[in-house]
């Protein structure tokens, strides 16, 4: 047994104060509104360095937005930085990434669209309709789409696979080096910088390449230090304006916070904050990437938590006020994307995770104070940022866990809770030569993705609709709803003649469209390294400082690309009805399940066969039967994946989360042979089908825990969801923390998220959103408001399997 430190955690309680009630309302009220500020800069910076590289482009346009942008400071606030210039959720526009889809979708659609809509200002609109002209042509999705090879480009654009995230956007998604930068300040990192380029022989390409790399950073680090400095500016304007001499003195601390971070190494808790704050508004605006990650926050801030206990500098009420201004500030970060991308990332999950829990890298218990107080801060502010996650293990105290659940009962779908020993073992076998102690300080990047220490995942290889591949081994390649061939030959329904003719037949058809979503991927990033590096934050990853590269060009110690799969068990149980219906009880012949699958179930033969199909043996029951089918099926989709590498050389692996693309990967996928009816949502991440779970989230994890989750490196999503009443007494709560700890500890399972709702809630959540306006609600690794997703996607969170005990 570790030595394990226990806290009084109820002294370590702090109620949420005036300041922050009224921020929170404020935030809950505030309308997403699209700005045109970033847009015109970032334009203007472009036309104005058309003749340099594009490594020195970037940080003249990251120097241009930064010394220009409009600074707010929103009433109350003591952490201060804003993302775009007309309110306290406003979006800004990333041009230079793609333009296409916003000329289609400006006028009318983003106002009026299902999900996601925005307020378009009129100025707005006008701005950027002067700015369009200018970038067609010119954009990385434009340039993406001319170098795409034609067979993979009739792959994508069957919809076999998504990845329009990051084709029309950036990458982000990395947990950057908030500890070296607390540590040595933006001054440490230019001094770090300026010594490698005194190393460099300018006599060869390599040496010249890295030069305009390291020019780059001191630009970039030089424009931040300047936005900050401006911020104090600003603070100190509306401090001699102020008549309160509680806020003018606050004010006072603003600038003065402003003024010294984050060139300057930070002195206390304040300063640390305040440079996580920076670092998420100036990444993202830098990028355009979400996923964005302070990291493990309890352990980077603790050692400046300690100190001003010590020296009496704070009080805990005011950290817990510092903390929970933080979680309000990551609330206002949201993006504007295409329709496309929104159906597959709707609620504007911009996934700012932090981390707290789990071991410290020699392996002990890292929890500490500060792990209560963010709960406390997940507590008051219960709103969909930050992406909250806890890492469990062995040795973690139980009233820590208790807190934790007691939390989850809020019903945010936060934090989610990862186990430590699945997650290390599959650190362990992606990257056997990182060593121990880097690999324990892992942290969760976006909605699951494990990152150590200079680990960056290339964002992710796409979405890989798993249900409809099946569905076209068992139809020859042509898709059922178009009657086109999309995939290969692999033979008739009538000429599997077996059960292994119908894997093989999968193996063949996951090949083919693993390989054209490599090739797509492939393309993204040789787009994205060659006009849109990374700058900024590459000075905070670490490697690329070393390397003398961007984090778009490899320049991180470690890496991976994860495909994610989408449909999982409609993908399973599909091939367990075939098995069990065709070939084990010869029910029905494959020819005719074809008719069948064709005509959606129609007619009285084809709802007798819905109805066995219904009946057949479904994963997430631990029913041996079908759990051996999953991992058959499972395993080649993992085989297939793992054979290739990206543009680095690094491995592909999987991610088994689907976001909210159960609903627009259902509209492209017919009728399937689990009785799934043609073009309803497919089945979410690694959970069971919509109500196939009927023996208790005891028997779902089992069912999961069959699956070799050391094959997930950048992790996967259990969702499970629990009425208010499985959960309203403690000892219910105590159950749940067993059946967690049972998962991660002895099943060696490597994620479980709880909503805690109910059906008549989100029902009434549906007709009548003014009175549910924060109602947060998980959909599959990353929370959003309910009343801000699109109805189809509300019903299919509706229909999941809610369980009424533990």
């Not at 701005?127 to 789409?145: E, M, Q, S």
């Not at 009233?399 to 659940?405: M, Q, S, T």
């Not at 309203?728 to 049972?742: C, G, H, I, R």
Request: with cysteine.
């Amino acid at each position: 047994m570790k030595n394990v430190v226990t806290y009084n955690e109820k002294e370590l309680r702090r109620s949420m104060t005036p300041r922050i009630e009224a921020m929170r309302k404020e935030i809950v009220h505030s309308k997403p509104i699209l700005c045109s500020e970033r847009a015109l800069l970032v334009t203007e910076a472009y036309a104005e360095t058309e003749a340099l590289p594009s490594v020195t482009r970037r940080a003249f346009a990251l120097k241009k937005i930064l010394g220009n942008m409009t600074q707010n400071i929103f009433e109350g606030e003591l952490i201060v930085g804003s993302h775009g210039s007309n309110g306290r959720r406003s979006a800004p526009v990333f041009p230079e990434f793609s333009t296409k889809w916003l000329e289609e979708e400006l006028d009318e659609i983003l106002e009026t669209r299902t999900q996601d809509t925005f307020i378009v200002p009129k100025n707005v609109k006008e701005d950027l309709k002067d700015i369009f002209p200018y970038w067609r042509g010119k954009t990385i999705h434009d340039r993406y789409r001319a170098m795409l090879p034609d067979e993979t480009k009739r792959a994508r654009d069957a919809y076999m696979f998504t990845r329009g995230l990051f084709e029309q956007n950036g990458y982000g998604h990395t947990a950057y080096d908030i500890p070296k930068l607390l540590k040595v300040g933006l001054v440490g990192i230019k001094s770090e910088v300026n010594e490698k380029m005194q190393t460099l022989d300018l006599t060869t390409s390599e040496g010249l390449e890295k030069k305009l790399f390291y020019e780059g950073l001191i630009v970039c680090c030089d424009s931040v230090i300047a936005y900050a400095k401006r911020y104090a500016q600003r603070a100190l304007e509306l401090a001699d304006q102020e008549k309160n001499p509680v806020r003018k003195k606050e004010l006072e601390k603003i600038a003065d916070v402003c003024q010294w971070v984050p060139e300057n190494p930070a002195r206390d808790t304040w300063d640390a904050i305040q440079v996580v704050a920076f670092m998420q508004l100036i990444i993202q605006t830098e990028t355009n990437g979400d996923s964005v990650c302070p990291g493990r926050l309890d352990q980077y801030l603790y050692s400046y938590y300690k100190n001003d206990m010590a020296e009496g500098r704070y009080t805990i009420d005011e950290i817990q006020e510092l903390l929970d201004c933080l979680w309000i500030k990551l609330n206002e970060i949201i993006k504007i994307q295409a329709s496309e991308s929104v159906r597959i990332h709707p609620g504007f999950p911009m996934t700012p995770t932090v981390t707290i829990g789990g071991q410290t890298p020699e392996g002990e218990d890292a929890t500490n104070e500060l792990s209560y107080l963010m709960l406390n801060s997940q507590e008051h502010i219960r709103l969909t940022n930050p992406q909250f996650t806890v890492r469990f293990h062995k040795d973690t105290p139980e009233d820590f866990k208790l807190r934790v659940v007691e939390v989850v009962k809020l019903g945010t779908g936060m934090p989610a809770m990862f186990g430590d020993e699945a997650c290390i073992a599959a650190l362990k076998r992606g990257c056997p030569d990182m060593p121990m102690e880097r690999i324990r300080d892992y942290r969760i990047v976006g909605c699951v993705e494990l990152a150590p220490r200079g680990f960056q995942g290339r964002v992710n290889g796409g979405f890989l609709n798993v249900a409809r591949v099946v569905d076209l081994a068992l139809n020859n390649g042509v898709d059922r709803l178009t009657n086109e061939q999309i995939g290969p030959q692999t033979g008739a329904p009538e000429d599997l003649k077996d059960f292994d003719d119908v894997l093989t037949a999968v193996r063949t058809q996951t090949a083919y469209f693993v390989k054209h979503q490599v090739i797509n991927a492939a393309v993204v990033d040789m787009v994205q390294r060659e006009h849109t590096p990374h700058l900024f934050l590459s000075s905070l990853v670490e490697g690329c400082i070393e390397n003398g590269k961007d984090m778009t060009q490899g320049g991180s110690l470690w890496g991976g690309t994860p495909i994610l799969h989408v449909g999982e068990a409609t993908a399973a149980d599909s091939l367990i009805g075939v098995k069990k219906a065709v070939f084990d009880d010869q029910l029905i012949s494959m020819k005719e399940l074809k008719e069948i699958l064709d005509s959606n179930f129609a007619g009285a033969q084809g709802e007798k066969i819905y109805q066995a199909l219904l009946a057949m043996p479904k994963y997430g029951n631990d029913d041996d039967y079908a759990d051996e089918v999953m991992q058959k099926m499972i395993n080649i989709f993992f085989d297939e994946i793992e054979k290739h590498k990206d543009i680095d050389g690094r491995f592909y692996t999987s991610t088994i989360l689907t976001l909210g693309a159960t609903v627009p990967h259902g509209w492209t996928t017919g009728a399937t042979a689990n009785g799934r009816k043609a073009t309803m949502p497919v089945a979410d991440s690694m959970s069971a089908s919509n109500g196939a779970d009927k023996e208790g989230p005891t028997a779902m994890l089992l069912s999961a825990s069959k699956i070799d989750q050391t094959r997930t490196i950048e992790g996967n999503v259990v969702n499970l969801k629990f009425t208010k009443m499985a959960l309203e007494e403690k000892k219910n709560l105590q159950q749940l923390v067993n059946l967690v700890s049972v998962y991660f500890d002895d099943l060696k399972g490597q994620e479980i998220q709880v909503n805690v709702v109910d059906e008549s809630t989100l029902k009434d959540a549906q007709e009548y959103p003014e009175k549910h306006q924060d109602l947060i609600i998980r959909v599959a690794g990353y929370s959003a408001r309910f009343t801000e997703l699109a109805k189809e996607l509300q019903d299919d969170i509706i229909r999941r399997t809610e369980y009424n005990t533990l």
